[in-house]
């Protein structure tokens, strides 16, 4: 684990993977409407493997921002989970942040990946908005306005329904966190079919103002769960995710074992999915 990447920095907190650099290649570092309030959008998930509905999220949130808000996204980050998550099916952090960077690079203009927390210890969803808030204003500077003035971005957590639900439930996110997440920086919740929006957000009220809900217009329930079980049935996969995707994982043989751990997710997955969009490898 390295330090910092520059000790006289404020803050100096973070434990960084060895030979990390912050990507920016793809952050607009000049805003196109100095009126507006700069954005960048993170998605944090595992991401295993990334498929076309995580990437929607961020062309629904772009849609959703134009309209209703008064937001400009400057920059779109997918922020892979660490290893040492344990969820089921996690393959590792050096396949997963290869899948995204195809899926981001070869399907988009402004999506990019960040390695930071996969490649180290485990990183609380808050400490992971801190790192983006850290290198986006204190190091780069945030960005400008087209007269030149600097202005701070707004950091924002991008999440479907299903991760939102989870703040309500008890031990899985501390309210410190909570308040953290949705008091300083805000999150843009995308719906997923088999959440109750609702009851997913009842519990967050105090933040209603920080929080966006973004319908899903065009139902589609793609779930990396899905995929993986697909895979392991030796059914195609095409079309759910990138094409470069599919090839690195046929390329890899990857997904083809049933992790540990999948069995009890598997199953509830299929109680909740009608048979047709499972079916068996004949
Ligand atoms: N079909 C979908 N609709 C809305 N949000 C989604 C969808 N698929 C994934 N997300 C969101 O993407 C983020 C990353 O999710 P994650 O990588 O855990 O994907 P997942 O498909 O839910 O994975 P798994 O099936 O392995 O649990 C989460 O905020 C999740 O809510
Ligand atoms: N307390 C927390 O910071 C906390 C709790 C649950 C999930 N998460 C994050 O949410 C993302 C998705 O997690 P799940 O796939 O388990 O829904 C992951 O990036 C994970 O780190 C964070």
């Not at 912050?22 to 009126?35: I, N």
């Not at 210890?121 to 992971?128: D, E, G, L, N, P």
């Not at 308040?179 to 088999?194: F, K, P, Q, S």
Request: some cysteine.
């Amino acid at each position: 684990m390295a330090s910092s990447p520059d000790s006289t920095s404020p803050k100096p907190t973070f434990t960084y993977p060895t030979n990390y650099t912050f990507p920016h290649h793809r952050l607009q570092r000049v805003m196109k409407d100095s009126s507006k309030t700069p954005i960048v959008l993170v998605a944090c998930g595992s991401f295993s493997p990334v498929t076309y509905l995580h990437l929607r999220m961020f062309e629904m949130a772009k849609d959703y921002v134009r309209q209703n808000t008064d937001f400009e996204i400057v920059g779109g980050y997918l922020s892979p989970v660490s290893e040492e998550y344990k969820k089921a099916g996690l393959l590792n952090a050096a396949h997963r942040v290869a899948m995204c960077t195809l899926a981001s690079e070869e399907t988009s203009t402004w999506l990019t990946v960040d390695p930071w927390e996969a490649f180290q210890s485990y990183q609380r969803t808050a400490v992971v908005l801190d790192h983006f808030d850290f290198e986006i204003n204190t190091i780069l500077g945030g960005v400008k306005t087209a007269e030149g003035e600097a202005r701070n971005v707004k950091v924002m957590l991008l999440a479907g329904s299903d991760l939102i639900g989870t703040m309500s439930e008890p031990g899985v996110w501390s309210y410190r966190d909570l308040d953290h997440i949705l008091g300083r920086y805000g999150c843009l919740i995308v719906e997923r079919a088999g959440t109750d929006m609702d009851q997913a957000t009842d519990s967050l009220a105090r933040w209603r103002h920080n929080i966006h809900i973004i319908p899903q217009l065009i139902q589609n329930d793609v779930s990396s769960t899905k995929v993986r079980l697909f895979l392991r049935r030796g059914l195609s996969v095409r079309y759910l995710l990138p094409n470069p995707v599919v090839d690195y994982i046929e390329d890899r043989g990857l997904y083809q074992d049933e992790a540990p751990t999948e069995k009890g997710k598997e199953r509830r997955d299929s109680i909740s999915t009608p048979k047709k969009d499972v079916p068996s490898a004949s």
